[in-house]
């Protein structure tokens, strides 16, 4: 049946992402679907354009959704559908006043981002990229007993600051490498801690004790800039820090004081602020600092599946039915 113009729902999609998703709303009767159709970011001032008259919204962590967006879409707006599970770029205040649900997605992505989270441990303790460019540069002259040493999992003492969903998954996959010790930090003791054999201890401690700290914590008031200089400080001089939840929640100048004066011995970056980190930006000057620019959930199929409940979660807001997904406001 052809639908009125009236019934017509007005949809914009903020980036070319997955077919997975873009079929689901092209065959939906009742989406008027528009895309930006880039790899990169739609400007501001093409969002605000954009987004008026919206129903729906489907966008991505690095479009900011405040006050100024909602505005300019004005009262149609029923519905944010967000092709991610963390939700900080969200004006949740704005969005909950004005009565839109939100969509995101949580769980399909838990599995890649926590292997991309041991990865990344891994090629940090274990000096990978420095050992590649050595390869590459000639630097490799012979077996060296002193040479591009590191650190290893085996007997050692992880902390996970934010046992959550990938907190989780990344306490399980670290287990099995011979961890002694699994602590964690968060406001609550979580009863699937004991799968891990995890102990819920004061971040303090936490600090002291470890021998890899893994972030993987949402970003909140509290949580933001929660990776100091009084935190670093905390940490043994042998010790590894990784950060696979957002950039916001390091001071990245205090982190680079506590790499450059051997405070901590290493750290391993997924996110920074801003993102893209400038090529120019001083951390990257550093061996023992690996960035990479997050790429926590990216494989083809986890996308594919994020692309997809996110246009589930998006039709449902439209329809006024249960979403997949929906973020609890
Ligand atoms: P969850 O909500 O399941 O986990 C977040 C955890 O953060 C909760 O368990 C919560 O524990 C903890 N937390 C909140 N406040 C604090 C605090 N003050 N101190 C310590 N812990 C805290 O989310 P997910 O595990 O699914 O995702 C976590 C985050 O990972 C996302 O919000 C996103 O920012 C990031 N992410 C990054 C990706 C990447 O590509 N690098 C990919 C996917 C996600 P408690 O209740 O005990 O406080
Ligand atoms: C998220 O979903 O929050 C990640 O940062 C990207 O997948």
């Known amino acids: 049946t052809v639908m009125s113009a009236r019934q017509m729902m007005k949809v914009f999609v903020t980036r070319r992402v997955p077919q997975e998703g873009m079929k689901l709303l092209q065959k ?41 967006v909602l505005d300019a879409a004005g009262p149609n707006l029923k519905v944010i559908s967000t092709m991610s599970v963390g939700f900080d770029h969200l004006a949740i205040d704005e969005i909950k006043k004005r009565g839109i649900r939100v969509g995101y997605t949580p769980d399909v992505l838990t599995d890649a981002t926590a292997e991309l989270t041991v990865a990344l441990l891994l090629a940090t303790a274990r000096r990978l990229p420095e050992a590649i460019q050595e390869v590459k540069s000639g630097g490799w002259s012979s077996w060296k007993p002193l040479w591009l040493c590191g650190y290893g999992l085996s ?30 930090s968060g406001r609550q003791t979580k009863p699937q801690a004991g799968e891990v054999g995890g102990e819920h201890v004061p971040l303090d401690m936490l600090l002291c004790e470890s021998d890899f700290v893994v972030v993987s914590c949402s970003l909140t008031p509290d949580t933001q800039e929660l990776c100091n200089k009084a935190f670093f400080s905390k940490m043994k001089n042998t010790a590894i820090f990784i950060n696979t939840s957002r950039g916001a929640v390091v001071n990245q100048e205090d982190l680079l004081e506590a790499l450059t004066s051997g405070q901590i011995a290493a750290a391993g970056l997924d996110v920074t602020t801003p993102e893209p980190l400038p090529t120019d930006h001083p951390l990257l000057r550093l061996n023992n600092c690996v960035v990479l620019p997050h790429i926590g959930s990216a494989t083809i199929s986890t996308r594919g599946v994020m692309a997809q409940l996110s246009a589930h979660n998006l039709l449902s807001g439209l329809t006024g039915d249960a979403m997949p997904s929906e973020l609890k406001l």
């Open 28 to 68: 939906a009767a009742m989406c008027d679907v528009s895309v930006w159709d880039s790899d990169e970011p739609v400007p501001r001032a093409e969002l605000l354009k954009k987004v008026e008259g919206a129903h729906g919204l489907l966008c991505l962590l690095s479009d900011r959704i405040d006050a100024e």
């Open 155 to 184: 007997g050692s003492t992880v902390g996970v600051i934010g046992l959550g969903r990938i907190g989780l998954a990344i306490a399980q996959r670290l287990k099995p490498f011979g961890v002694k010790r699994l602590l964690y």
